[in-house]
C-alpha cells in the first residue's frame, strides 16, 4: 500500500487549502483513512478520521468546523479541505491507511499501519 500526498503550499491566515492523498494498492474502500500534522519538535497529532464508506467523520476538536475530511472510493483518494486557516495550522500534514480496522473512524496514530510523505501547509499570519 503507499499513499502520495500532495496539495499542500502558502496561505494566509483565513483563507482555504485543500490537500489531496491517493492511495495504491490494497482495497482502498475497506481501509479506515486518517490525517495528521506535525510541526518540528512536536508529536505527530490527529487531525481528521473517516470511515471505509465516507459515511463517520471524526474531528480533533482544534479542526472542527473549519476543516473537512471526504473520500472517493472510486478514486482511490481522501481529501482534506481546510477552510478559515490560521497560523496554528502551519505543518507537514500526512495521510494514513488503516488497513485492519477495529473501529468505523481511527484517530489514534498508532493504528495506522500505513503512511504517506506529507505535504507542507504553511499559514502566514
Known amino acids: 500500500v503507499q499513499l502520495q500526498a500532495s496539495g499542500g503550499g502558502l496561505v494566509q491566515a483565513g483563507g482555504s487549502l485543500s490537500v489531496s492523498c491517493v492511495v495504491s494498492g490494497g482495497t482502498f474502500s475497506s481501509y479506515v483513512m486518517g490525517w495528521f500534522r506535525q510541526v518540528p519538535g512536536k508529536a505527530r497529532e490527529f487531525v481528521a478520521t473517516i470511515s471505509p464508506s465516507g459515511g463517520s467523520t471524526a474531528y480533533a476538536d482544534s479542526v472542527k468546523g473549519r476543516f473537512t475530511i471526504s473520500r472517493f472510493n472510486d478514486k482511490n483518494s481522501m481529501y482534506l479541505q481546510m477552510n478559515s486557516l490560521k497560523p496554528e495550522d502551519t505543518a507537514v500534514y500526512y495521510c494514513?491507511?488503516?488497513?485492519?480496522?477495529?473501529?468505523?473512524?481511527?484517530?489514534?496514530?498508532?493504528?495506522?499501519?500505513?503512511w504517506g510523505q506529507g505535504t507542507q501547509v504553511t499559514v502566514s499570519s
Open positions: 494514513a491507511a488503516n488497513v485492519s480496522p477495529r473501529a468505523v473512524v481511527v484517530a489514534e496514530k498508532s493504528e495506522y499501519e500505513y
